[in-house]
């Protein structure tokens, strides 16, 4: 898996609360960050110009979310409000770090269903 340029974002411990939580299984919350890093090298490939093209990256990888969602449940865990708060704050530090300071944290993950 190619690793994202941005120097920001290598320096990044996605998720990094989570696992300190036995709550969250750390084999589903390494799924999470690959999401992260897929999403990251998305917009480096693509180079969304505007928060539209931004918020249709960050939308997939949303939905990529809500699927694994399933793998938390599975596991007799959930993406509950520890776990979306991290998540929300990880896709507003991935929108920063490519220049999108301005985005909405909320639009960022608006198809959530977590």
Known sequence: MP???NQKIAGRA???PLYADTYFPDHVLDRGKEILLRLCERIEAERPTDLTALYALT???TEEFNELETEFEKEGSAIET???EEIAEDFGFVASAYGFAD???EELIATRDW
């Open 3 to 5: 690793q994202p340029t």
């Open 14 to 16: 996605f998720l990094r």
């Open 59 to 61: 939308h997939a990888a």
């Open 82 to 84: 520890v776990a979306r």
């Open 103 to 105: 985005a909405d944290v």
